[in-house]
């Protein structure tokens, strides 16, 4: 429970804008040490906490890297720690656009979730079913899912996985319909993700030269390598990344990523 409690207070960190969050894993990281369970199955648990917050922060190469060397696929496998893990490894997989890897795990999910009755489990994992559904312009299915999530949500008083989805989800539920578009749960959930009818564009719309630049960082390419990649010269990156700062309103590429991704700009 310790272990789950320092991968949530991660989670919440980060959507405070705190810089802890490295220290918040670290200590994690000691603690397991200390007490000689790293190697039982907790360190694991710790490194997928680690793997979402790269993703979060927008360094999809290593959240990747993760999903790639977890063992986690291709035999899904559910246990007391893999079961937390792989809601995480959805989430990559979804960003690499790996959706029937995604749905496979999801489809087996659901099953022991609902048996057992874990409806604060089964909030995120419909949840991730409507953003599955919503990446394969599933609409239909994506709001069916969705609000499958906001009534065990709504039972549960849960926010936190909603909330953590950020603008990317706010469009989506400004589609659901009554009456449970009219539930205080829901009303709350739209005001804590801003305006769900404001436009997702920016005031100074990225050019497509600085999306293909913003593609490529997110990916893990370096200013020089992204040169490379579109043949164009080192200082022209370094410039159109001054730019992406500018008209996303952060001060770094890291934030710059995020934010592209919370305004739907990357997967």
Same mark, same amino acid.
């Given at each position: ?78 246990? +007391?720690?893999? *079961? @937390?893990?792989?809601?995480? #490894? ?5 960003? =690499?656009?790996?959706? $029937? &890897? ?104 990225? +050019?497509?030269? *600085? @999306?293909?630049?913003?593609? #490529? ?5 370096? =200013?020089?390598?992204? $040169? &490379? ?39």
């Amino acid at each position: 429970m310790l272990a789950v409690a320092y991968g949530r207070l991660v989670q919440i960190q980060h959507q405070l804008g705190d810089s802890a969050t490295a220290a918040t894993l670290a200590e994690a990281d000691a603690w397991l040490a200390q007490m000689r369970l790293h190697d039982l199955g907790f360190g694991r648990l710790i490194a997928g906490y680690r793997a979402w917050l790269a993703l979060r922060q927008g360094n999809l190469l290593a959240a990747t890297q993760w999903a790639d060397q977890s063992d986690l696929l291709p035999d899904i496998q559910l246990n +007391s720690i893999s *079961e @937390l893990l792989y809601p995480i #490894l959805v989430r990559i997989l979804l960003a =690499n656009g790996r959706f $029937a &890897a995604a749905q496979t795990i999801l489809d087996a999910l659901v099953k022991p979730m609902g048996i057992r009755q874990w409806h604060g489990q089964l909030v995120e994992i419909h949840l991730l079913q409507a953003l599955l559904h919503n990446g394969q312009n599933r609409e239909t299915a994506a709001l069916a899912e969705l609000e499958r999530a906001l009534t065990f949500g709504e039972a549960q008083g849960a926010l936190f996985h909603f909330v953590d989805e950020g603008p990317r989800l706010a469009a989506l539920l400004a589609q659901v319909q009554e009456p449970l578009a009219s539930s205080p749960f829901v009303k709350h959930l739209r005001q804590l993700l801003g305006s769900p009818f404001a436009s997702s564009a920016l005031p100074d719309a990225l +050019s497509e030269r *600085e @999306l293909e630049v913003l593609r #490529l960082a997110a990916a893990g390419a370096t =200013n020089r390598e992204i $040169a &490379a990649r579109l043949v164009i010269a080192l200082p022209t990156v370094k410039k159109h990344m001054s730019n992406i700062f500018v008209k996303l309103d952060t001060a770094n590429r890291t934030q710059a990523i995020a934010q592209a991704r919370d305004l739907g700009l990357l997967p």
